[in-house]
């Protein structure tokens, strides 16, 4: 099967996935704690979501193997006046560049992007004044877990993969979502568009070795120095 | 008479472990030593983690970053430095890094904190990595290291230190101040807990142990890579043993290190994968469904009713 026709499929059996385990898992670990405890149990779930993502590679691992794998996908060089770029980077960068689009637009434009915004900033406030929250989250599962999966589909044309190769993605959406801000996708694309700079550059400045040190030197860096994002608006009252 | 007998209970167990532990070098053969040594070593690791993680509640994902800063330590002055020097330093060394790090650290909150720890020591992981990649060292290998007797009881003191000082904390008036803090820090602070100070000071301490226990595993495994001891399974491990366990006192450790700790010399070997699965269960089915851990269902029905 194309990666373009797998990448739909994909991205639904991905939300479907996030909806069961929203339902399944997420929902039960919500509805036992204290609402002033928000801090311990957003700890709670990092743990249970990589005590999930462990059981899954290894899983994953078992069924077909540990090995790196990859497939050669539309790998002819496209060219536009002096601009060359291989056809499977193009793809990914179209369907990537269109999810973002839409992601922005939806949270950005829609009564539910707001109730979403509403929800992250104040959730038991949201409530009282009608935001449906539990519809709410299971949508933001929903749309998180299918464009993660989509992500998946475009990086599997252009690099080998493993069970094992997700973790690095994962701490790099941690440095975009921390320079970015919550809730705000605009900004989150610019933190990414900068990430994708300081690793580029910085491996070509100093070595392949480095590349690591940068991802999580820049993690650490945004943490620290810009724990409410780079664009961070002062609100707290 | 019905109030003792849990304690005694409790009593007779660490008695038990302490005796066979002690008893294990004069009487097993080198694969029973090294399994009471593995043991040793994550009853040190997850006692020293207990005393930051499970008294703030600020979860550290990267508790691995002392056992191998420990490990680079004992390498690095491989042979330069008496290790009576050596292992005692790299606990010092661990300590001023935690206390270095610390206070920006301690700042960040909730899952925040638990990726920030993770992200620290892969940095710190891939910094020493490149560091050596640099110099030409790929891996090194450490020649005339004592022998197992030796890292064996080396190990089983600083088991006990760790027990001696998790079980110090807590039932220390400073314990108390991390418990007040872990169950509301802005209400903790108004009452006058000295907040910053506390979380700092428990950072420092969980810190120099498992500095120690990397220079000594360091000593044990004779050979080393950046990649071996700066494992992140540790720091999973470390929290597994710990959740499983439950409770906040050196109780709870104990009971996850032997449970988990036996299981995985049974698994590791010939299913690391399957070793591995069950390692992430046990995550989310205690994180989910038993929070307290096996402590928790050990001593409810005694203490009548939850919290």
Redesign the interface.
Known sequence: MSPLLAAPVVALAGAGLGVALYRG?FA??IA?SAP?Q???L???????F??????V???V??AFT?NNRAYAWAGDVLRLGSVAMTGNRLAALLVAGGVCLGVAVFLGRSVFGLAMRAVIERREAAQVVGVDVDRVQWVAFALGFGSAALAGVLVSTLEQFSPFSGFPFT?AG?IVI?LGGLGNVTAGLVAALLLGAVETYGVALTSA??R??LL??S??AA??LF?NGLFARRLRA | MKDLAPNAWWAGLWAATLAVLLALPFVANAYLVGVGLSLLMWLALTQSWCVLSKMT?Y?S?GHVVFYGLGAYLVVVTWQQLPLVLAVPLAGLLAAAFAAVVGL??L??????????TY??A??VK??V??GE??SGTASRILFGTPELTVVYFAMFALALASVALFTWVSRSRFGHGLRSLRE?EEAAETLGVPVARYKLLAYVLSAAIPAMVGAVMALRSTYFVVGQVFDPMIS?TV?AMA?LGGGDNARGPLVGVLFLGLLSELLWASAP??Y??V??????VF??LV?DGLLGLFERPRAGGRR
């Not at chain 1, 957003?42 to 249970?48: A, I, M, P, Q, R």
């Not at chain 2, 700042?107 to 920030?116: A, C, D, E, T, W």
């Open positions: 898992v039960r670990l036992r002033a928000a801090a311990r957003e700890g709670n779930s990092l743990l249970l990589f005590g999930l993502s462990i059981i590679q290894n899983v691992a078992l540990p701490i941690f921390i070795n480095w690591s040190v999580y030197g993690f650490v943490l620290l724990p | 509640g979860v994902l920006p650290v700042r960040v909150r909730g899952p925040y904190f638990v990726i920030l992200g620290l892969e940095l891939f910094s990595m490149a990649a640099a509301n999973v929290i959740i994968l399957l591995m699965i390692l992430g269960a046990i995550l989310v994180v989910l929070p």
